[in-house]
Nanobody, 114 residues
Framework: QVHVVESGGGFVQPGASLSLSCKVP????????LAWYRQVPGRQRELVAT???????TYGAFVEDRFDIFRDNNKKTLTLRMKNLRPEDTGVYYC????????WGQGTQLTVSS
């Protein structure tokens, strides 16, 4: 069973930058379309960013060019680099496939507050 591990969250001030990392020890990692999701207080889990096998990326409308998603197929890791963080970015961040067909990890908490 795949055991996803997210890390890198923390408490930052508005305007700060932070990178999140995720290890996804799945077979055929390089063939998977991968994604970062987040669950902010009071809302359902939402899609933040995706990255295809060829590196093509998509982002939620709320990202507004502040985030970048990367993948390392050799290390089987997924990274989300974030800048100009806002209080509304506060939430728990998760990674999974785009189909969300592997068990969810614990996520990593990001809190943006002054």
């Amino acid at each position: 069973q795949v055991h996803v591990v997210e890390s890198g969250g923390g408490f930052v001030q508005p305007g700060a930058s932070l990178s999140l990392s995720c290890k996804v020890p799945m077979n055929d990692f390089d063939l998977a379309r991968l994604a970062w999701y987040r669950q902010v207080p009071g809302r359902q889990r939402e899609l933040v960013a995706t990255i295809a096998t060829g590196g093509q990326t998509t982002y939620g409308a709320f990202v507004e060019d502040r985030f970048d998603i990367f993948r390392d197929n050799n290390k089987k890791t997924l990274t989300l680099r974030m800048k100009n963080l806002r209080p509304e970015d506060t939430g728990v961040y998760y990674c999974n496939t785009v189909a969300a067909d592997i068990p969810w990890g614990q996520g990593t908490q990001l809190t943006v507050s002054s």
